[in-house]
């Protein structure tokens, strides 16, 4: 298939682009393989062109079109959430356009995506990506206990589809008792190590659930590998994030749960978390609230209310701090699956991991937990990702599992905002480059994949971009202290807010805010904690007192 083909008019002029916030713009509408150009010529005939709007066309979600006489208004929905309107003279070239977009922005392939083209000057291909991460996770865990060993039974990626080729398992199990357990868990993804507490040597597992099916199957092999986790007598437990009807109602298609009779030492907890339609019907919800401007307060609060989001992250970060209780609190080691061990299992052991782990909060120790718990993991990023809050198709296997991770994470930065070395900034890159982005780094949906379309050999990656020096500070959070305790959020109802700072973003300007954080960036680069503090207090009026607003305004 070439480009060409799929663009019907690749140039319009006198074309008007509005944007909420923004003063609308007439120019020149060119469309290419990726992206969708705007220029306009505000000094008039001779005078360079300014570019108003730089669009990768892979970022649409949905494409309306409304014709009223000899032209027509294009709205582009986008996947980060801003909406666009395009006023184009002339019904074809309306038409025409619409198609051209409609059609380049549902191109499947993933290499015919823009990463694989995307060639920025600063970077060199083989910069960024993380080499071994799990051998190195492994390396830091190998300091301090020889009850874990690093296995490369998955090699090959024949014994399960979505794990990365090494895996860090019990030292005591051999490869051929993996191969067998294997046999007995979803999609072959027998429990592996997640996360070692180095407070007090527990573990936290991850897995698909077990196959026992109707008739209540055993693996000899599969008890003795969560045997081999725990010495006589301590005791585990086994957090299900599916509730207990749906993983009995799972027996009957050949799941299920591990019986009490066969897995003596570890107890099983169901909490249940939503995954696949509601939670994606979740979000198209809100972001139809937040863009209805006619709505009073009581309104608001009822659509709120009735989308079920804010109780999604509660109930996420509930199961992620019932994790950490058990490894810090109870000194118990865990294992966390539901049905596939690809969704809710991993947004509750990173979860847990930036809860626990202070290294996690670090801007790289972050980055490091999204390789290994999330893209080496096997989160099926292409899947889940394809559409966003706005599209008319219908639904597949879209979700927003790892949008629900980052919220999760933007509460804990509200409620411990020195806690955190990253911003807010960070996760909203992140939300962006996982539905549409320039490099490869959440493209497909395991490694297997990613080693065939040789990925990493053919796009650059978007810790590269990040880590450069003006990317970097924009992802910092100029507030930061170390703090080497657990943070335990407050889950009360209360507590949870909505993230204004995403599903806002494009609705209302964000100057005053943006302007407190420039000032305490300019503060802390040359100033004492004092002035750390004062910054603060500078921010903290921003935000709840109009009065300040003004006074940072004049």
């Known amino acids: 298939m070439e480009f060409s083909e799929l663009i019907k008019t690749a140039t319009v002029e006198s074309v008007l682009l509005s944007c909420a916030g923004q003063p609308a713009?007439?120019?020149?509408?060119?469309?290419?393989?990726?992206?969708?150009?705007?220029?306009?010529c505000p000094g008039g005939e001779g005078q360079p062109s300014a570019v108003e709007l730089w669009l990768l066309i892979r970022n649409v979600d949905a494409v309306e079109k409304r014709l009223a006489g000899s032209s027509g208004t294009i709205t582009l929905r986008c996947k980060d959430l801003k909406v666009l309107q395009l006023e184009i003279p002339g019904m074809e070239e309306c038409l025409n356009i619409a198609s051209s977009i409609e059609a380049l922005s549902s191109v499947d392939s993933v290499m015919m995506m823009y990463p694989f083209f995307h060639r920025p000057q600063s970077l060199r291909l083989e910069e960024g990506w993380p080499r071994l991460p799990t051998e190195r996770h492994f390396q830091q865990i190998a300091t301090q206990t020889t009850q874990w060993r690093l296995s490369d039974v998955n090699q090959d990626f024949a014994v399960c589809p979505t794990y990365p080729p090494a895996v860090i398992v019990p030292a005591a199990v051999s490869e051929e008792t993996l191969r067998?357990?294997?046999?007995?868990?979803q999609g072959g993804r027998f429990p592996v190590l997640s996360y070692y507490h180095t407070r007090n040597g527990t573990v936290m597992l991850r897995s698909g659930q077990p196959l026992t099916g109707p008739n209540r199957k055993r693996c000899p092999e599969d008890e003795m590998l969560l045997g081999s986790v725990l010495d006589e007598g301590e005791r585990g437990f086994i957090i299900d994030t599916r509730s207990a009807q749906t993983a009995k109602q799972a027996r009957m298609t050949g799941g299920g749960t591990e019986p009490k009779s066969s897995y003596p030492q570890w107890k099983r907890l169901h909490r249940p978390l939503e995954r696949g339609r509601p939670l994606?019907?979740?979000?198209?919800?809100?972001?139809?609230?937040?863009?209805?401007?006619?709505?009073?307060?009581?309104?608001w609060l009822g659509r709120l209310e009735s989308c079920r989001w804010l109780s999604h992250v509660k109930a996420a970060l509930s199961t992620a701090c019932l994790a950490a209780q058990c490894l810090d609190r109870e000194?118990?080691?865990?294992?966390?699956?539901?049905?596939?061990?690809?969704?809710?299992?991993?947004?509750?052991?990173?979860?847990?991991?930036?809860?626990?782990?202070?290294?996690?909060?670090?801007?790289?120790?972050?980055?490091?937990?999204?390789?290994?718990?999330?893209?080496?993991?096997?989160?099926?990023?292409?899947?889940?990702?394809?559409?966003s809050a706005y599209s008319h198709a219908r639904l597949k296997q879209e979700?927003?599992?790892?949008?629900?991770?980052?919220?999760?994470?933007?509460?804990?930065?509200?409620?411990?905002?020195?806690?955190?070395?990253?911003?807010?900034?960070?996760?909203?890159?992140?939300?962006?480059?996982?539905?549409?982005?320039?490099?490869?780094?959440?493209?497909?949906?395991?490694?297997?994949?990613?080693?065939?379309?040789?990925?990493?050999?053919?796009?650059?990656?978007?810790?590269?971009?990040?880590?450069?020096?003006?990317?970097?500070?924009?992802?910092?959070?100029?507030?930061?202290?170390p703090n080497p305790l657990v943070i335990w959020p407050s889950v009360e109802p209360q507590s949870i807010q909505l993230w204004q700072g995403l599903f806002f973003r494009w609705i209302r300007s964000s100057q005053y805010l943006d302007e407190a954080w420039a000032e305490i960036w300019r503060l802390v680069e040359g100033s004492d904690t004092a002035v750390k503090e004062s910054a603060e207090n500078r921010l903290s009026r921003s935000l709840s007192d109009p009065a300040a607003r003004l006074e940072n305004e004049r």
């Not at 994606?280 to 309104?299: H, P, T, Y």
């Open 180 to 185: 067998r357990a294997a046999r007995f868990r």
């Open 399 to 481: 979700a927003p599992l790892f949008l629900l991770f980052l919220d999760c994470v933007w509460q804990l930065s509200r409620q411990f905002p020195f806690s955190l070395e990253f911003s807010e900034g960070l996760l909203l890159t992140l939300f962006d480059n996982a539905y549409a982005s320039d490099y490869g780094t959440f493209l497909c949906n395991n490694e297997k994949e990613r080693c065939l379309c040789k990925v990493k050999e053919s796009t650059h990656s978007l810790w590269a971009w990040l880590d450069q020096p003006e990317e970097r500070k924009k992802c910092l959070n100029p507030l930061y202290s």
């Open 25 to 40: 713009v007439k120019g020149t509408l060119c469309i290419t393989s990726h992206h969708l150009l705007l220029s306009s």
């Open 331 to 387: 000194e118990s080691c865990v294992l966390v699956h539901g049905a596939d061990g690809t969704d809710t299992t991993l947004l509750v052991t990173a979860l847990a991991q930036v809860i626990l782990d202070p290294g996690c909060r670090t801007l790289k120790g972050f980055q490091d937990l999204l390789e290994r718990e999330w893209i080496q993991a096997g989160h099926p990023f292409h899947l889940r990702c394809a559409r």
């Open 280 to 299: 994606q019907e979740s979000f198209i919800k809100l972001v139809e609230a937040c863009n209805d401007a006619s709505l009073g307060m009581d309104r």
